[in-house]
Each structure stands twice: as C-alpha cells, then as structure tokens.
C-alpha cells in the first residue's frame, strides 16, 4: 500500500497557515499535522469555531487530510513552556489542560482530523510521582471518554523525560482505558532505546493513532533532518506498510521553521525515495 504522508506546522512558524498549506500540497503531502498555537490557529480565539470550519473547507479543496497536535509551548502558560500539565500539582492547571484538550478534540471534529495527539507532561521536583499518576489517570479518563463522545481518536504519545516516556508507560496506562491509542513518534525510541523502530510498529499496530517521524541521533532529543541521524527510515516505512498503516505520517521538523520552504519538499522526495 501506499504510505500518506503529512508535515506537522510546528515546522512552519515563520509561514501564514494557508501559505504552509499550500507548500504542502504543492509538495505531495496528503495532509497536515496541525499544531494548536498562538501563530496559526488560536483554540481560544473568540470565534474559533468559525476558523475551524473555514479551514475544514480549506484543508478539503487542497485534498488534504489532518492530525491535531497539542504540544505548543506557551500557549496555557507564557512564563512557563508546556505548563500547566496532564501531572501539574495545582488541580485548576490539571483542569485548564483537560479544558484545552477538549478544545483541541472539539477541534478536530469539525475538521474531521484521524487523531488528537497529547503527552502527559513532567511532574515538577518535589511531586510524588504516584500521585502523579493518579492526576495522570483522572485527566486521560476525561480526555478519552470526551474524545469518543465526539468521535474523535485520542492519541498518547511517550515523550522523553516525561511521566510517560515509553510504549511500556503507555500500554499500562492505555489497558484500563478503552479508546486511547498510541501516538508513536518513532525517534522518540532512538532517544529512549526502549525498541527498534520498526519492531515497535510491528508490535503496536493495533493500537496506533498517529505516527510521527524524523531523523533522530541514538540518545538525543533533536528532531533532525532525514539522513542527519540514526533512523533506518526505509525499514521503517516499511514496517509501516506491513501493517497496513492507513493514516497520516507526520513529519515533524519543529526546529526548521527557519528554512520551511526547502525542507517540507525535501522531506517529501527523500521518503519517496525511501520507497522507490
């Protein structure tokens, strides 16, 4: 089958939404990774749900599918990156993330979006990391039960340093939790060293929602350009299609915002030539 790739905006902060869009089609992406933020689409904003629908129709007539991504980085917090969390010890920043990631999943309804990824977060110095994990449990009880009403797919995805950093983490998480999947970045595992990228795909196919990739060194945490790191990436895709991946491929290149207009076609041609 044929693997349908998308380019995550985080990746393109220095361009309007609607000129990324179009790079993207342009390029051949199949969809967008769209990342809730300040400079593209304010989830806060008073008429968001407006926004949503004219970008439904925008992403439509571009032929363009959708992922929500939740990971911005000041827009809860501008003091803090990433703050308040899913294991914050103030019970109203647990409730200000919950009530975000609702909107998020709101959303991705009216886009139609194939998932809504979220993390967990990284319990503060001085926070007992068990009853982390209880705030932790009650917040994803709410999320997913809000996300299937919607009918929505909500997506963990193991981030590195964080409560839940590893698929492991996820699936003793995700077993009492019918409905959540696994948003699988697959560099986070060179980082972690918890699986070989591609037998993790094997492994968790039933329960992927979403997949993010990029190149990534053995223990470093910096999504890099494809062929600047570790990544097998054509065993990688490869194992993608031996499982019968259907939804979108992500690539997520955060930290080239700079230079989007080259990297998203180069991204493009390097994974079809991957397989080729």
Known sequence: MSLRFAYNTNGTASHRLDDALVLLGE???????????????????????AAAERLRRRIGDLGLGSVIETGARYLL???????PTLVSADPAGRERRV?????????????GSEAVSFWAGVPKPGVDRDEAR??????????????????????????????????DDYRALADGLAGLRLALDLGHLLVTGERDPAAAVREFAGRIGTISIEDMK?????????????????????????IGFAGLVCVELSRDSHRADTMIPAAMRYLKECRG
């Open 99 to 111: 009530a975000f990631l609702r909107r998020a999943i709101d959303v991705g309804a009216v886009l």
């Open 77 to 83: 917090d501008p003091r803090a990156k990433h703050e």
């Open 218 to 242: 053995r223990g470093e945490h910096v999504h890099l350009a494809f062929g600047e790191g570790d990544m097998d990436i054509p065993t990688t895709l490869g194992a993608l299609e031996e």
């Open 27 to 49: 390029a051949g992406y199949s969809g967008v990774a769209l990342t809730l933020d300040v400079n593209h689409f304010d989830p806060f904003a008073p008429d968001w749900e």
């Open 134 to 167: 209880d705030w932790l449990g009650e917040g994803l009880a709410a999320v997913t039960a809000y996300a299937v009403e919607r009918g929505v797919v909500p997506a963990l995805e193991p981030e590195p340093g964080m409560l839940v950093e590893t698929v």
